[in-house]
């Protein structure tokens, strides 16, 4: 069931704040504290930790100890997981169109194209594309600037089909 480790089971978990103590008493010249990440079972639930230990000092500078303090950061490494996934979709919207525009490009400069109207059809494309990217990189940088409480969000209704048309067209 749900039981807790016991204490001896616990502390078999803790082999990277073993080594992180030991780390930091051993080079207190270096460093006073050192830091690292662990992942402790409690209830049969991985939870990750981030594990600060600093050295401890008597009146004389004599190194008396060690303290180590255990910092729950799951919702740190859920919000990491979030970014990489978005950062992830952002690369992916910003590749489609570079491809496209890569392929038109070397179409034109190796003169494979021959009729004028088709040439003006692969430049329009090429513009459209990289309107396209300019609205991604402009999506980015106003969600950077709302994040950080440059601009403010102001909710309005829009036409979806509107929306899904021009969505649409750019596919076909």
């Not at 690369?91 to 392929?103: D, F, G, M, Q, V």
Request: aromatic residues 4%.
């Amino acid at each position: 069931g749900n039981t807790a480790p016991t204490a001896k089971d616990a502390w078999k978990q803790l082999d990277t704040l073993k080594e992180l103590v030991s780390a930091t008493k051993s080079r207190s010249t270096a460093s006073n504290h050192r830091i690292a990440e662990l992942n402790l079972k409690c209830q049969n639930q991985v939870v990750p930790y981030r594990a600060q230990a600093d050295n401890l000092f008597d009146d004389e500078g004599r190194l008396s100890g060690v303290v180590a303090i255990l910092t729950d950061i799951r919702d740190e490494v859920q919000e990491r997981g979030k970014q990489a996934e978005f950062v992830s979709s952002v690369s992916h919207e910003l590749k489609t169109p570079l491809a496209s525009i890569r392929a038109y490009t070397e179409l034109l400069m190796d003169d494979d194209v021959d009729d004028p109207e088709e040439r003006l059809e692969l430049l329009r494309f090429i513009d459209e594309q990289v309107e396209r990217l300019t609205r991604l990189v402009n999506n980015l940088l106003n969600l950077a600037r709302v994040e950080s409480g440059v601009i403010k969000v102001q909710r309005e209704d829009i036409d979806i089909n509107a929306v899904l048309r021009k969505a649409v067209s750019v596919v076909a």
